[in-house]
């Protein structure tokens, strides 16, 4: 069992996959019409050679088809331990409630957990905000209303519990 279906159903997992399946077809035919970004980080897309617009939706694009994927693999059925986030917030459990609370304020978007430095930043955005932002993300949870209106309807609060539960909070 994925650990995702811990707090999402099968069918809300599968609709983000294909979610993700088409923002990818989207990014590949990006790629065929313009072959300098092909394979490219987004720092390298923003300097290629694609009308203003256009390139705007390709970082935007290619930023949604990772941290989706990032998303498919920030959980675990059996999420361990980190000594670093016990040092750095005094217990994991004070970690994930400042996570909890910050996830609750946002008005979607993803929540990022980010390393940098071996610090450990906390942002949530959309993704016009997040593309701003120096990131190196090691977990995302997806905020919008979308990602758990299937399974919990409008009790984002919920979701966001259920979510943090099975956080893989060893991968930071």
């Known amino acids: 069992m994925n650990a995702m279906h811990k707090f999402l159903s099968e069918e809300a997992v599968s609709l983000?996959?294909?979610?993700?399946?088409?923002?990818?077809?989207k990014y590949s035919v990006f790629e065929?019409?313009?072959?300098?970004?092909?394979?490219?980080?987004?720092?390298?897309?923003?300097t290629a050679r694609v009308d203003r617009e256009t390139k705007k939706e390709i970082i935007k694009t290619k930023i949604d088809i990772e941290?989706?994927?990032?998303?498919?693999?920030?959980?675990?059925?059996?999420?361990?331990?980190?000594?670093?986030?016990?040092?750095?917030?005094?217990?994991?459990q004070a970690f994930l409630y400042g996570v909890y609370r910050l996830a609750l304020k946002s008005d979607g978007g993803f929540l990022v957990i980010s390393k940098n430095r071996n610090?450990?930043?906390?942002?949530?955005?959309?993704?016009?905000?997040?593309?701003?932002?120096?990131?190196t993300?090691?977990?995302?949870?997806?905020?919008?209303?979308?990602?758990?209106?299937?399974?919990?309807g409008f009790s984002r609060e919920e979701y966001i519990k259920n979510a943090l539960?099975?956080?893989?909070?060893?991968?930071?």
């Open 16 to 25: 983000h996959r294909e979610y993700l399946n088409t923002l990818k077809l």
């Open 165 to 172: 539960s099975s956080l893989d909070i060893s991968k930071l």
């Open 67 to 92: 941290l989706h994927n990032l998303f498919f693999s920030s959980f675990s059925e059996n999420p361990r331990s980190n000594s670093r986030l016990r040092d750095a917030y005094g217990s994991e």
């Open 32 to 46: 065929k019409s313009y072959k300098d970004i092909a394979g490219k980080s987004v720092n390298k897309i923003k």
């Open 137 to 152: 993300p090691c977990l995302a949870l997806d905020l919008e209303e979308h990602a758990y209106f299937l399974d919990y």
């Open 119 to 135: 610090k450990i930043d906390i942002i949530c955005g959309r993704l016009e905000q997040l593309e701003k932002l120096d990131l």
